[in-house]
């Protein structure tokens, strides 16, 4: 596509519930990111995919949180048993390599998450 | 560990009056750096990028950055601002070094307000 697309742009979910977030990266863009950005901070790294390689989930806040990468194209994050600290916007974001490589990265619009 | 601070978290400023945004960094080799805007429920779009080369890089909209290595900073300025410039406003620098670090970390923004 275009651009990076993120479904759904807004969930109100229950405390407890699980959740899926859904990235579609722009096509040709091998490494993928995913970003959380809470009210009035500033954006959160969580997990990083680059090609075929082994995840960087470095920055995932507990095992609750989990991400795949099928056919290094989209991309799925889960939160389990959702809490409402994880009230946020998720971000996803794709670049042709990593910005080592001196490339852009390129952001979605976001999945606004409510945990209520 | 790279880091970016953004001293101000609200800059309030006149239409058509000039604008400098701060940033400062943190990183032990030469650093690529960006600013990206971010508008209400919108996600983030990238204003310019420095990876290399002249300092003063110019960006959309007709933003520039000066990259000063003695100061460690990567201020954002316009000559003279639009109202449609009220927005949320990320420096960011990217390592290039593998892992979660091959993405960008994120100062905490400025908020830009534009008084009429």
């Known amino acids: 596509g275009a651009g990076v697309s993120q479904s759904p742009s807004n969930k109100v979910t229950e405390k407890g519930k699980d959740v899926e977030l859904r990235c579609d990266p722009i096509?040709?863009?091998?490494?993928l990111y995913w970003y959380r950005q809470s009210l009035g901070q500033g954006l959160e790294f969580l997990i990083y995919f680059q090609g075929n390689s082994a995840p960087d989930k470095s920055g995932l806040p507990s095992d609750r949180f989990s991400a795949e990468r099928t056919g290094g194209s989209v991309s799925t994050l889960t939160i389990q048993r959702t809490q409402q600290e994880d009230s946020a916007v998720y971000l996803c974001?794709?670049?042709?390599?990593?910005?080592?490589?001196?490339?852009?990265?390129?952001f979605g619009e976001g999945s606004w998450l409510t945990v209520v | 560990a790279q880091s970016v601070t953004q001293p101000d978290i609200h800059i309030t400023v006149s239409e058509g009056a000039s604008l400098e945004l701060r940033c400062n960094y943190s990183y032990g080799a030469t650093p690529y750096l960006f600013w990206y805007v971010q508008s209400p429920g919108q996600g983030l779009q990238l204003l310019l990028k420095?990876?290399?080369?002249?300092?003063l890089v110019q960006g959309i909209k007709g933003f520039e950055a000066e990259f000063k290595r003695s100061q460690s900073s990567f201020n954002l300025r316009k000559p003279s601002v639009h109202w449609s410039d009220a927005a949320e406003y990320f420096c960011a620098v990217g390592a290039g070094s593998g892992g979660g670090a091959d993405g960008l970390t994120f100062g905490k923004g400025t908020h830009l307000i534009i008084q009429p």
């Open positions: 974001a794709s670049s042709l390599v990593g910005t080592g490589n001196g490339n852009t990265i390129y």
């Open positions: 096509s040709g863009h091998t490494a």
């Open positions: 420095y990876f290399s080369g002249d300092t």
